[in-house]
């Protein structure tokens, strides 16, 4: 049941354990197929969520929590799972050395890329020929759809983890446990409706990286921007006597005046970006939408700086007006996570338990625990197995996958 290896201190639940990776495996697989994709404008709209496709996997979630055991399975007017596993120690004293831990993964997929009639292709890999330099099982794409491995990856994992404790109940100690699967994580909106008022939890860690290794616990600072152009609208035929001023032209030399060295295709580790979105509009009317992201909030003020005075170089040069306005999105989790440094200790410790080497690399981007961390629950992220996330190139390793259960069971049996 349990693999040990004793000189390294490192403790294997699932990796390695051929019944429970299999179990894993169809897990994922049957998550994937689920439907479950995001939509962002009908999220900015204020719709939560933002799709009735997400209330698929959410009520499947549901049926199988309430199968394994656990208890307070709830499924929020907002399409949130909540679940909560009692503490297995009968000792008051002994149960005080272990403390609530939340875990957290979407499942919701990105719109970037269609997540419908997804169909996983599954090869066994030797460590020559593996992406992943072991012997291991890949599940891709047939190359139409992206998998979905972010996040299903993650709730595949946290199941797995929640599925070994339940059936080995009496085996391991461990303290209370919280489970959220939220909608909308793609859209930035994944914390907008979380229920905080029933979570006890006072650390929590979201499931939501890549490559194996991966822990978390900085991110960009991020902002949207709309820049609206208004324009002069005429006959064609005789825009120069009727001075006509077209808002798509203003937009479209905004956007090519954004400095190049500035954009999200030129920029990598701890450097900002400006990235224009979508542009659409009439010769009357035209919208840019814009991310702006840094891990500096001086930073983001440059940012900012710079599209204002492009706005205006344009306005200036060729008629016109805009309005620019700009909204925070998530802020840099790292001050908070110093300020709260437990759960980052004992997700260390849990590594190590499993042997794991650490890999800390910033996100270059943000996870609902960026934003539950700013509500005052830290929240690092770790690794799911994913990877090539958002693309018809996306795919997941099974080993990885394994591990970070591993981790996540390892955390939960720690005591303080």
Same mark, same amino acid.
Not at 189 to 195: E, I, N, S, T
């Given at each position: 049941m349990i693999k040990t290896d004793s000189g390294a201190g490192k403790m294997n639940y699932i990796y390695g354990n051929?019944?429970?990776?299999?179990?894993?495996?169809? %897990?994922?697989? %049957?998550?994937?197929?689920?439907?479950?994709?995001?939509?962002?404008?009908?999220?900015?709209?204020?719709?939560?969520?933002?799709?009735?496709?997400q209330w698929d996997l959410a009520k499947m979630l549901v049926k199988e929590l309430r199968n394994l055991g656990t208890r307070n399975v709830y499924l929020t007017d907002f399409c949130y799972v909540v679940a909560k596993i009692d503490s297995n120690i009968i000792d008051p004293q002994e149960?005080?050395?272990?403390?609530?831990?939340?875990?957290?993964?979407?499942?919701?997929?990105?719109?970037?890329?269609?997540?419908?009639?997804?169909?996983?292709?599954?090869?066994?890999?030797?460590?020559e020929n593996s992406l992943t330099h072991e012997n291991d099982t890949i599940i891709k794409t047939d190359g139409?759809?992206?998998?979905?491995?972010?996040?299903?990856?993650?709730?595949?994992?946290?199941?797995t983890a929640v599925e070994f404790l339940m059936n080995h109940y009496e085996d391991f100690p461990h303290g209370p446990i919280e489970i959220v699967f939220s909608p909308d994580e793609e859209?930035?909106?994944?914390?907008?409706?979380?229920?905080?008022?029933?979570?006890?939890?006072?650390?929590?860690?979201?499931?939501?990286?890549?490559?194996?290794g991966e822990l978390e616990s900085e991110c960009f600072n991020a902002f949207s921007c709309c820049v609206r152009f208004t324009g002069k609208a005429c006959h064609t035929g005789y825009a120069k006597q009727g001075g006509m001023v077209n808002a798509v032209r203003l937009a479209s030399k905004f956007?090519?005046?954004?400095?190049?060295?500035?954009?999200?295709?030129?920029?990598?580790?701890?450097?900002?970006?400006?990235?224009?979105?979508?542009?659409s509009g009439t010769i009357e009317s035209?919208?840019?939408?814009?991310?702006? %992201?840094?891990?500096?909030?001086?930073?983001?003020?440059?940012?900012?700086?710079?599209?204002?005075?492009?706005?205006?170089?344009?306005?200036?040069?060729?008629?016109?007006?805009?309005d620019v306005q700009f909204n925070e999105q998530y802020l840099n989790m790292k001050e908070k996570m110093l300020e709260n440094p437990e759960i980052l200790n004992r997700l260390e410790k849990a590594y190590e338990d499993s042997g794991m080497?650490?890999?800390?690399?910033?996100? %270059?981007?943000?996870?609902?625990?960026?934003?539950?961390?700013?509500?005052?629950?830290?929240?690092?992220?770790?690794?799911?197995?994913?990877h090539e996330f958002h693309s018809k190139n996306e795919w997941a390793s099974l080993n990885q996958m394994a591990k970070a259960a591993d981790v996540i069971i390892n955390l939960l049996i720690q005591k303080k």
């Open positions: 051929e019944n429970e990776m299999n179990k894993l495996l169809n %897990r994922f697989i %049957r998550y994937v197929k689920v439907w479950s994709e995001s939509d962002e404008k009908k999220a900015d709209e204020g719709k939560m969520p933002s799709t009735e496709q149960r005080e050395k272990y403390p609530s831990i939340l875990l957290m993964a979407h499942i919701d997929t990105s719109d970037e890329v269609s997540g419908k009639d997804v169909k996983p292709v599954i090869s066994v890999q030797s460590a139409t759809t992206l998998l979905g491995a972010d996040d299903k990856a993650g709730v595949s994992a946290i199941m859209t930035g909106h994944g914390m907008d409706k979380v229920p905080l008022n029933i979570i006890k939890s006072k650390m929590a860690v979201t499931v939501d990286g890549g490559d194996e956007v090519s005046l954004l400095p190049e060295n500035m954009l999200p295709e030129t920029t990598q580790d701890y450097e900002g970006f400006i990235s224009p979105m979508d542009i035209a919208c840019v939408n814009l991310l702006l %992201r840094s891990f500096d909030m001086k930073e983001i003020e440059k940012e900012k700086t710079i599209i204002l005075n492009t706005v205006n170089q344009v306005t200036n040069e060729l008629g016109g007006r805009a080497k650490i890999v800390k690399k910033p996100i %270059r981007g943000g996870t609902d625990g960026s934003r539950l961390t700013q509500m005052g629950i830290p929240t690092p992220n770790i690794f799911t197995g994913g």
